[in-house]
């Protein structure tokens, strides 16, 4: 079974500062996709950014990107030019590319962003 | 477009009755899973249901149970509910490609008491 773990229970960063959130995860398969999530107090989860394991390139979402290191199944979120709006859990989430998706996704425990005005 | 609506809101229920949460699934969309998320944790997946059958589920016991309709919109049906039970419970739905990705409802806070 996949686990997914994110270390850092609650970040903190200032208002248009960078902040990174890190993501491991632990899989046998080849063929996967990786999330970002982010859920705030309204409780609806959005979508922030998504990863297929076969393309080498990061992917990058305005200020969102991603350092998706495949050999170490590590998937790190960045966050450029912090705002206020940005203050939510975020969530790293892990999905197989067998199966048209019937296993769901795998989520960590998230990491609760501060985001200091 | 209009997004994944989810009803009730809030619910509370008493140990050992049973409970249905229901879900909206966003126009277009033929697939609709279903996650527990317990305070503090990231959500957990139930199962998921493609054209009204179910086609995927996670490690959960039988007392949780679906329905799609035609229509595509969903149940989520919980027997003998126990204290544990007590979460977030969000629908989410999707094409059958998923590449279009997951849309989220704003999910059902069950209370067991």
């Known amino acids: 079974a996949q686990t997914v773990t994110q270390s850092q229970p609650e970040m903190s960063v200032q208002e248009a500062e960078t902040v990174t959130l890190s993501c491991t995860y632990d899989?046998?398969?080849?063929?996967?996709?990786l999330f970002w999530y982010k859920q705030p107090p309204s409780r609806q989860m959005i979508l922030v950014i998504r990863q297929e394991a076969y393309k080498q390139q990061n992917a990058t979402e305005n200020r969102f990107s991603v350092n998706f290191q495949k050999a170490a199944k590590s998937f790190s979120l960045k966050i450029s030019d912090s705002q206020l709006g940005d203050a939510a859990m975020y969530f790293c989430a892990y999905r197989s590319g067998s199966g048209g998706g019937a296993d769901g996704l795998t989520f960590g425990k998230g990491t609760h962003l501060i985001i200091q005005p | 477009e209009t997004g994944v609506t989810q009803s009730p809101t809030h619910l509370i229920k008493t140990r050992g009755q049973q409970v249905t949460l229901r879900c909206s699934s966003q126009?277009?969309?033929?697939?609709v899973s279903w996650y527990q998320q317990a305070l503090g944790q990231g959500p957990q997946f139930i199962f998921q249901y493609y054209r009204e059958e179910e086609n995927g589920r996670g490690n959960f016991p039988p007392r949780f149970s679906g329905l799609q309709f035609p229509n595509y919109s969903s149940e989520l049906n919980v027997n003998a509910l126990e204290l544990d039970d007590s979460a977030l419970y969000l629908c989410a739905s999707s094409l059958g490609d998923w590449d279009y990705g997951y849309t989220f409802g704003s999910g059902t806070r069950l209370t067991v008491v």
């Open positions: 899989t046998s398969e080849s063929d996967y996709y």
């Open positions: 126009s277009g969309h033929n697939t």
